[in-house]
């Protein structure tokens, strides 16, 4: 029996060399559900701000902190149906500063620059495969 093999675009991923995830980067499905992540994230990074400065405090601030950790990890999770974030960071907070910005914003954006470079490296392809097959027509054409 003869074999196809489909290429589906789905790539796995090392994340720091912790835990391995697989997904299609050019995804349009997986793409809206990271960004509705992010939004959602970033608005729970505003309370999160706005929060810590409200609490009275340490043990309120740490509490709360503590919660709305447990809940953002939560959001990361249903992103692959996977815990990446325990693999990655074990139990800091992902609102951590890491090089600027709180640890789940470093993996969304690393995520999202995957899938930006996914997209303008399929499009050349596509490009190229089709050029393959309409270059004799478009050379009648543009003589």
Same mark, same amino acid.
């Given at each position: 029996?003869?074999?196809?093999? %489909?290429?589906?675009?789905? /790539?796995?991923?090392n ?5 391995q /995830?697989?997904?299609?980067?050019? #995804?349009?499905k997986?793409?809206?559900?990271l960004?509705?992540?992010?939004e @959602?994230? #970033?608005?729970?990074?505003?309370e999160y701000?706005e929060?810590?400065?409200?609490? *009275?405090n340490?043990k309120?601030?740490f509490?709360?902190s503590r919660?709305l950790?447990e @809940?953002?990890r ?6 692959? #149906?996977?815990?990446i ?6 139990d800091?907070?992902?609102f ?6 709180p %640890?789940w914003?470093?993996?969304? !954006?690393?995520?999202v620059?995957?899938? #930006?470079?996914? /997209? !303008?490296a399929n499009?050349?392809?596509? *490009?190229k495969r /089709?050029?393959?097959? !309409? *270059?004799?027509?478009? *050379?009648?054409?543009?003589?």
């Amino acid at each position: 029996m003869k074999e196809l093999n %489909i290429d589906t675009g789905l /790539v796995t991923y090392n994340l720091n060399d912790a835990v391995q /995830v697989t997904f299609n980067p050019t #995804d349009s499905k997986f793409g809206e559900r990271l960004f509705n992540i992010f939004e @959602e994230l #970033d608005k729970k990074q505003n309370e999160y701000i706005e929060n810590v400065n409200s609490k *009275k405090n340490s043990k309120e601030l740490f509490e709360y902190s503590r919660e709305l950790d447990e @809940e953002m990890r939560g959001y990361l999770f249903t992103l692959f #149906d996977m815990d990446i974030v325990t693999p990655l960071i074990g139990d800091i907070n992902v609102f951590a500063l890491a090089g600027g910005l709180p %640890i789940w914003a470093n993996i969304l !954006t690393a995520l999202v620059d995957e899938m #930006d470079a996914a /997209v !303008t490296a399929n499009n050349e392809l596509s *490009k190229k495969r /089709v050029d393959k097959y !309409t *270059k004799k027509y478009t *050379k009648k054409y543009t003589k």
